[in-house]
C-alpha cells in the first residue's frame, strides 16, 4: 500500500514519539494534520493522539455525567452525507467533553448536553456537539475559550434525544447537573501528546480507546486509565436470537429478534463503538408483499444502544436494513472520511 503519510513542507520531526517539549517545533494544531495525506475513504489510524484530564463525574436525574478536557483540536461536523472542518481558535483554551452513560449499565446514551459557565460577569452557553473519536467513543464536546485559571462552576443539562427505552414504563427525562472544575492552563498544556510511527498513521485501522482490552466486549462500567471506561457495543454473540451480521455505511450492523422486536445493533470496526444519530429502515419481503419500518433509536440496559422496532415474523422472510441518514455526529481525525454513505444489506430469516 502507497504511504499516505508527510510532513508539513518545511518541518523535521526530531522530537521521536512524544510530544513532550517538542510542540515548540510546530505552530499550530492544524500542522499536525498534515501528517496524513490522501486520507482513505474509511478508518484510519490517526497521525496522533492527544492526553486528557478527567475533571469531574457525578450522577443526577438519572444520568451518569462525565466532564473532561484535553488541548483543543479541530474536527468535522457532518450535515447529511458532507462534513466541514471546524478550525480550533487562538482563543480557545481547551476541547471540553461530556460523556453521559445511563447509570445502571454504564452504557452511552444519546442525547443533547447543554453546557452554562458564568464568565466576566456573564455566562459561557454553549451546546455540545455529540462526537465519535478512537479515544473516546461517542461523547459529547466542542473547542471554548474559559475564563482565567482556577475553580468554575458550570450547570450541565442533559436533554433526551427521542431514543426509546425498550421498557415502556421507563422515560428519560431532562436532567441537570451542577458541577465544579479546576481549570489550570499549565496542566492542560501538559498533558501527553504522542505522534503514532509512520508506517501506521493513515493505514486503515484504529488507536485503542481509553481503558483499552474490552474490544466489542465491554460490560458497560467502570474505570480505565483514570477514566470513565469507553461503552461499546456488546458481541454478536451477546445478542438473543440473532439472525446475521452485515456491513454498510462502513459499520458493522448485528441484526437480531428479541421476542418481536427487531434489532440493528450498528457499531464501528475495530473498536465497536455505537454510531448514533443516524436513520435506519427495515423492508420485509414476504411471499406476494413487501412493507418497510423506520427502526427508531433505542436503548436497552443489556444491549445498549440500538435501532428497532416490533415486527411480527412468521418465518422465511427476507429483511434489508438500510441506512437511509448516516451517522450525524461530528467526528475527530480517523473517523472523518468514514460512516458517510448511504446503503443497505439483506440477509433471510430460517423458516
Known sequence: MQRRTALRSGLTLVCGASLSGCLGALESDSAWRDLVVDR?????????????????????????????????????????????????????SVHLMAA?????????????????????GESLDRTLWPMLSQRMGPHHGDNVALPGPGTHAAT???????VRHRD????????????????????????ERTVLDEDRRGEPGAVEPMGHGRGEHAGG????EGHPAVPTAPPAEAFP???????????????????NHLIASMRTPYNGFPTPFASLS??????????????????DPEIGHHYGAPVEFAGGERVTIAVETPPQVARHEGYETAFLDRGEFSLRLPR
Open 40 to 92: 482513505p475513504e474509511e478508518v484510519y489510524v490517526p497521525p496522533e493522539i492527544h492526553g486528557m484530564a478527567t475533571w469531574t463525574s457525578v450522577n443526577a436525574d438519572g444520568y451518569d455525567l462525565t466532564l473532561l478536557a484535553s488541548r483543543p483540536h479541530g474536527f468535522w461536523t457532518v450535515t447529511g452525507t458532507e462534513t466541514n472542518q471546524v478550525a480550533m481558535r487562538e482563543a480557545h
Open 100 to 120: 453521559v452513560r445511563e447509570p445502571t449499565s454504564g452504557r452511552y446514551l444519546p442525547a443533547e448536553v447543554r453546557v452554562s459557565i458564568p464568565r466576566d
Open 156 to 162: 450541565v443539562r442533559v436533554l433526551p434525544s427521542g
Open 168 to 191: 415502556p414504563s421507563t422515560r428519560f427525562d431532562p436532567g441537570v447537573h451542577d458541577v465544579e472544575f479546576e481549570y489550570d492552563p499549565a496542566a492542560i498544556e501538559a498533558l
Open 221 to 224: 462500567g467502570g474505570h480505565g
Open 241 to 259: 436470537s440473532r439472525l446475521g451480521t452485515g456491513h454498510v455505511c462502513g459499520c458493522r450492523v448485528v441484526v437480531a429478534l428479541d421476542g
Open 282 to 299: 427495515a423492508r420485509i419481503d414476504r411471499a406476494g408483499s413487501s412493507e418497510t419500518r423506520p427502526l427508531f433509536e433505542s436503548f
